[in-house]
């Protein structure tokens, strides 16, 4: 499992294009929907099937819910 944490700076575009060269983004499924963690902090889940594998970004809300309906929408 890998972990991708958004960083100050960071935007959703930015935290796709890293999975996107990890793993590409054709072979990525949203898992589960953003969970929270402490604060307004989110977590996704997003599955590697092909891997038999599974990612997690974590940060602020806005951010990781952006990446969440990015993901929907491809």
Do not use: C, W
């Not at 575009?13 to 983004?25: P, Q, R």
């Amino acid at each position: 499992m890998k972990y991708y944490t958004v960083n100050p700076g960071d935007t959703a575009e930015s935290i796709l294009k890293k999975i996107d060269k990890d793993y590409g983004l054709s072979n990525v499924y949203v898992f589960t929907r953003p969970q929270d963690l402490a604060g307004n902090a989110k977590v996704l889940t997003i599955r590697i099937p092909k891997r038999d594998d599974y990612v997690k970004v974590d940060g602020p809300g806005f951010i990781v819910y952006e990446v969440y309906n990015m993901l929907l929408s491809k």
